[in-house]
């Protein structure tokens, strides 16, 4: 906690670190409440640094320091000087030397679940970004590489379990006590960051697997006892990532043994610690009864991209933390590829576009815009953020567009030959993309710079006569904080004219030729593109495959957009034709402007994908969802009252669900479940689709479909049935709605995953008074403040789920979230930040609801002892 105004940490300061760290030898006393460290360090000064016969400064917090030795010799407390987040020795040799330090912390006090904690009775490390320094003290930065040897003592009984980095070397007991020991060696130099622990009385499943060059690597899942048999997908998952790494990016496991541990508390996901992956539970426990649909998919992903940072983050790590982008926007683009390739690559697209939208388009649009390689920070745990993550992915994605696939993959070969074991920058990962490929990514390297949305508008026009098409492109970035001058992107857009027929014509670009790939690359602010042999009037569709994360201003007549719904060959743009005009008529609705006709003629050409035998379930259930209402209020981009928003959407799906009765009801009919449950993905989206039907269904003719939703409730046999169910009657406020919560929780009160949906669930609930009964349920025994699971659930589940409530008008959401943001802070800052960017879009409200928010942020500030987390965030909404 920090009472002066903590200040940022600009990427124009990096500096190579003075000293380096060639090994580490950690020796851990294990202790709940008094864990003793002995870390032996062997160094050098760095011949990169500039500054000869630095102090050596060690970084170090809410740890105390016992003892200090420097080569062989005691130190003491006049040689060296202690503050509240360093260590300093003032004079050491310039030439190699070692450092033994001994200090003391307290895993069981530590809520703020950073360092070593006690999670379900079992320690448990989070290192990244900076809580090696809770562990010893030490030069916490990622591009200090390092070999680890770890060895960790405890109690034999209740701690039998004694798990770390890389490989097990040895272990035993401790003659004439109850204490036994395990040593674990990591042959692979690494940064801090990527440093584990796990030690407890855990369950465990073991598997085998082969690698490529006929390596065995012994796979293990650890879980608290009991859990041992939801596993099993989680292992799979696992065994599928490690075989497609090899099989897409030539890419082996190079250890021994892969670790993953589940434990109950946790402040993200997961985490990649060399060779021992430390997730969330949620993200690793799964069998049909507790798991839905939703959840095999995360799990299946998330396995995979903390698997593939093996490679893209921990052999080749970040040089600084204004890297991160590099290890994560690479990693989750390498999970998309491989959830694409098992699954539905279209499908997938559509889902991630979602996300996107729901996420990082709203940061970028507001306070808290910041370029996916940002230039300052505060506190860096505020910025794991969907621009880092998602965005970085897109520009991944843009640059495979850009060079192909062959170039793409000789790219990163490249990438992997020339940094493996360094840490890395951005401008060297992208380097190799221009090397492989022969292609100037200078103007490029802009998206990692720059922040905001760019925004396009295409004007397209037919000139019969000469059958030429000519299209105009302008693009366009509105000013983000900090950043007031945009520079033009390069902007790779995929493209086609789709001619009457449905068919895509040939693209016979002026001064070009036919194009080989159907793509056109968008460089100067305005450009105009012409196609030549053009036979008859085409419909224009742009940013096929959504090959760039930009907003598309299309002038497309209604006719033509009902078109490319309907005919559209690029499924992403068949839905986003969707999309649009399900975003049109919330708009109308709205206004008041509303026309029947339109809405009949959107409802008609639904009725045609639905009926259509050769459209999948999981596109259809995507077709059947208009734009969510954080896209309804960006759009509208000003003076915006969620509640009239609320009720035009609604007013809309109500209207569909009518014109659509038949077809809804034929969906129900053929979707029930055949046999026992299977999370393949044709079992996946034929629920998916049953699901989106019976949203719409409650929505069109409530009697029915709050029977045939409970009806669904008390017959599931899975827990996809239940919670799809479930979530269609939490949107109206009904008796029925309350019965089947109680239901709900009486039904799985021992479960602890299904008391965090059934908290999320009621986050959801539609109607007044929702911040009334989220306060309330604070208080509620299953709650706890000091898990992660439980307040994103409810909390954070309310800001993101319930807009509405949220933004209420007489404030009550705010205050709630508030008053909740202010008593997390003092347990885990972390947590309270990610709550805090809830307030982020407030700027796009109407005046009440803008005062309301200012005047809970306001109090937020005002708080005395706020953590750096919380300030940054809330600083930067409140002053925007
Ligand atoms: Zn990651």
Known sequence: MKTETPQPIHLTDYRPVPYLIDSVDLDFQLHPDATQVRARLSLRPNPASTTNNAPLVLDGEKIVLQSLVLDGALLQPSQYRVGEQSLTIANVPAAPFTLEIVTTCNPAANTELSGLYVSGGVFCTQCEAEGFRRITYFLDRPDVMARYTVRMEAERASVPVLLSNGNPREDGLIGGTTRHYAVWDDPFPKPSYLFALVAGDLGAVHDTFTTMSGRD???????????????????????????????????????????????????????????????????????????????????????????????????????????????????????????????????????????????????????????PRPSAYIEINNFYTPTVYEKGAEICRMMLTLIGEQAFRKAMDLYFARH??????????????????????????????????????????????SKQYTLTLEQQ??????????????????????????????????GVGTLNTPLIELRDQRQTFRFNNVAKRPVLSLNRGFSAPVKMEATLAMADELFLMGHDSDSFNRWEAGQRLGRKLVLDAYRGTAAEADVAAYAAALKKIIDDPAVDDAFKALMLVLPSEGEIAAALGAEVDTDKVHGARDGLRTALAAHLDGELGAIWQRTGEPGPYRPDPASTARRGLRQAALALMVMGNAKRGIALALAEFEAAHNMSAEMGALAALMQVDCPERETALDRFHARHAHEHLLIDKWLMLNAQAQGPNAAARIEALTRHPDFRWTTPNKVYALLSGFVGGNPAGFNAEDGSGYRVIADAIIRLDAINPQVASRLATGFRSCKLLNSSRKSAAQAELARILAEPSLSRDVFEIVSKIAGS
């Open 420 to 465: 493996d074991g360094e840490a890395a920058s951005v401008e060297q990962f992208v380097a190799c993309m221009s090397d492989a490929s022969g292609r100037d990514l200078s103007q490029f390297f802009t998206w990692y710079t720059q922040a905001g949305t760019p925004s396009v508008t295409a004007e397209g026009h037919y000139d019969a006569a």
């Open 217 to 371: 690597v012994s796979l293990g899942i650890y879980v608290l006892k009991g859990n041992e048999d939801r596993c099993a997908w989680a292992m799979e998952s696992l065994k599928e990532s490690m075989r497609w790494d090899e099989r897409r990016f030539g890419r082996e496991y190079d250890l021994d043994v892969f670790n993953i541990v589940a434990v109950p508390d946790f402040n993200m996901g997961a985490m990649e610690n060399k060779g021992l992956n430390v997730f969330n539970d949620k993200y690793i426990l799964a069998n049909p009864e507790t798991a839905t649909d939703a959840d095999y998919v995360n799990i299946e992903a998330i396995i995979a991209h903390e698997y593939f940072h093996n490679w893209t983050g921990n052999r080749i790590t970040c040089r600084d933390w204004f890297q991160l982008c590099l290890k994560e926007g690479l990693t989750v683009f390498r999970d998309q590829e491989f959830t694409s390739d098992l699954r539905s690559r279209a499908v997938k697209r559509i889902s991630d576009v979602k996300t996107l939208r729901a996420r990082q388009f709203p940061e970028d649009n507001g306070p808290l815009a910041h370029p």
């Open 477 to 510: 970035v509105k000013p983000t904080p900090g950043q007031e001058q945009k520079q033009p992107l390069h902007i790779p857009l995929g493209i086609g004219l789709v001619g009457p027929d449905g068919a895509d014509m040939p693209l016979d670009l002026d």
